[in-house]
């Protein structure tokens, strides 16, 4: 039925081929609400893992007699009017967004990612939160383009992704109203032990980050495997498959060198930033050459992705790398404490 209506749309009388939509519309918006969702439960579950540092931090100095100074930052919830946009947005950007472009945006997310963690040493926790953050937009161009993958040549398609969209959107909105109970409730919850969430929180709150993770590394690998096949199949020989994955990998392989080098230079923010604008503009190079204008295109869409889940969600990195800069210091600290009792320990 769906596939009748859209086949009287006259798309094809007014746009050039280039401009015409891989997919059904219909399955392309699906697609793209399931990516904002993953986007929004992932924003939301840092949120909650940062107030929950925040507030363990607050507990500990106040048990020890420490005077602990403001951190400096807040952590903010996107509400009302503003945020239903944003996530408005986000969905339109991943509907259009072809399959192909997010597969290799999944692509270089996982090769930097993994570059990334071989190179970090000693400050691979705080490099670990920062790429959360930036890989919402890779998050919902993984989880847009496993749905493709999965779902490619299903009878009844749209009813397998209206269900998988249903899902999403309420464990979305499980996640936001986690977090604004946390937000609002959880410092009296937890001091008074009669709220069963908080409480939860409050004994296993510490596994939440690691378990987001390994939920992260599962999403992106499947992905990785979707969007390898999904590449593979616009080609009709193993010689365009070597020309297309050729200059792409020794492209991406010194862009991911010099942006490693760029964030031990740059503050956090302005290194970010740095990054999206150099490994897009490197991927609209390279499809400028090898790929098409539909690419070109998309690609163009994929910064205005990238803005739209970064700004809003500054916070976030300003967070973790306060965060971690206050876990030096009070290491440090602990530290001092500690070298006269073991010294005078020494001495008896």
Not at 48 to 69: C, F, I, P, Q
Not at 252 to 275: I, K
Request: aromatic letters at 8%.
């Amino acid at each position: 039925m769906f596939s009748f209506i859209t086949s009287l749309l006259p798309t094809s009388y007014f746009l050039p081929g280039w401009l015409t939509p891989d997919i059904n519309p219909l399955h392309g918006l699906l697609q793209g609400l399931v990516g904002s969702c993953g986007i929004s439960v992932l924003c939301s579950l840092l949120r909650v893992h940062l107030l929950l540092e925040e507030r363990k931090e607050n507990n500990d100095s106040a048990t020890s007699g420490e005077n602990r100074s403001s951190s400096g930052y807040q952590i903010k919830t996107k509400t009302g009017l503003v945020g239903m946009l944003q996530f408005c947005f986000v969905t339109g950007i991943l509907a259009i967004v072809g399959s192909r472009v997010a597969s290799l945006v999944i692509l270089e997310f996982c090769l930097r990612a993994i570059s990334g963690l071989a190179t970090a040493g000693p400050e691979s926790r705080k490099f670990l939160q920062q790429l959360l953050v930036q890989s919402q937009f890779s998050l919902g161009c993984a989880l847009s383009c496993s749905l493709h993958f999965l779902h490619e040549g299903a009878s009844q398609r749209w009813l397998c992704l209206l269900l998988a969209a249903a899902l999403s959107w309420f464990l979305a909105r499980q996640a936001t109203g986690l977090l604004h109970h946390v937000t609002a409730l959880y410092k009296l919850h937890s001091s008074q032990r009669y709220c069963g969430i908080c409480i939860g929180l409050l004994t296993s709150g510490c596994h939440l980050l690691p378990i987001l993770r390994r939920t992260m590394i599962i999403t992106f690998f499947v992905a990785a495997l979707a969007g390898v096949s999904i590449i593979n199949q616009q080609f009709l020989s193993a010689t365009e498959a070597l020309r297309f994955w050729t200059p792409l990998t020794i492209c991406y392989t010194l862009l991911v060198v010099y942006m490693q080098e760029e964030q031990h230079r740059l503050p956090t923010g302005q290194a970010v930033f740095n990054a999206v604008v150099v490994r897009l503009g490197g991927l609209m190079v390279l499809m400028l050459t090898v790929g098409r204008w539909a690419d070109v295109l998309h690609i163009l869409m994929c910064f205005l992705g990238e803005a739209s889940c970064l700004i809003p969600n500054l916070d976030l990195l300003d967070a973790a790398s306060s965060q971690d800069e206050e876990d030096y210091i009070n290491y440090a600290k602990r530290e001092r404490r500690q070298r006269p009792r073991l010294h005078e320990e020494h001495q008896r």
